[in-house]
């Protein structure tokens, strides 16, 4: 309820940061990487089907490749803008915090194809990055045979518990913030926490839905010491 006014004897609790950014070079690094992840598709796919993803390993594969590294890069300075403004209380003065990218991955679809409700695991932070979103939907009422086309969907943390069924007037206000959605536009990073379920709607376009996705995690000079005492 952003725009509810605020009542001192209520605390509005659990906030979830979502970074959205759009990359400056981006017209330029997404022609190269379309060219890259064309090329790794024809090598490695078997059997066409309406959504391919390759291995985790992009930047093992193709570390020398000039526009992977920017736009990891990128990612990288983006991941470590939300993570110092949620966390820079409790860093302190720690120095030599490094952003790590454990895996980074593309996914194109077409044909209906999309990716079921998940989260990612071993990691702090994700994200997607829009490389190619044409046909995608571009706003609640943009749709597609009276359907949302190839959105990124995530849902609030009390979705189980909700199931966007248990509502009366007490409660209604959880519909509202079950689920956030995200619509595609090329060069657009979203960063959001690794644990946070989202999802990728069916896709038809005349063009595939090519999307980079990633794992980060976030290191410190020292490790994390838990304190377990009951104060």
């Known amino acids: 309820m952003p725009n509810a006014p605020r009542n001192p004897?209520?605390?509005y609790l659990w906030?979830?940061?979502v970074l959205n950014k759009k990359f400056g070079q981006h017209q330029k690094v997404n022609r190269e990487l379309l060219e890259l992840f064309y090329a790794h598709r024809r090598k490695h796919?078997?059997?066409p089907a309406p959504v391919y993803a390759s291995?985790?390993?992009l930047y093992e594969e193709y570390k020398d490749d000039p526009a992977?590294?920017?736009l990891i890069k990128f990612i990288m300075d983006n991941v470590f803008e939300v993570a110092s403004e949620v966390n820079g209380r409790f860093w302190g003065r720690a120095q030599n915090i490094d952003?790590?990218?454990t895996g980074i991955w593309f996914q194109m679809s077409n044909a209906g194809g999309f990716h079921e409700t998940h989260i990612h695991g071993n990691c702090s932070w994700s994200g997607v990055y829009y490389i190619q979103t044409d046909g995608c939907s571009r706003s609640a009422d943009d749709r597609k045979d009276g359907l949302l086309n190839g959105i990124t969907r995530f849902y609030g943390h009390h979705m189980e518990a909700v199931a966007g069924g248990?509502?009366?007037f007490g409660n209604i206000y959880l519909n509202e913030s079950m689920s956030w959605d995200s619509y595609p536009e090329n060069g657009v990073l979203v960063v959001f926490p690794s644990h946070v379920k989202h999802m990728a709607f069916p896709y038809t376009g005349d063009k595939d839905r090519v999307v980079v996705s990633f794992h980060a995690r976030v290191h410190g000079e020292t490790d994390l010491q838990y304190n377990y005492e009951f104060i």
Do not use: A
Request: aromatic share 0%; with cysteine.
């Open 9 to 11: 004897n209520i605390q």
């Open 99 to 101: 952003v790590e990218v």
């Open 68 to 70: 992977l590294g920017k």
């Open 45 to 47: 796919e078997k059997t």
């Open 15 to 17: 906030p979830t940061p």
């Open 166 to 168: 248990h509502c009366e």
């Open 55 to 57: 291995r985790d390993n």
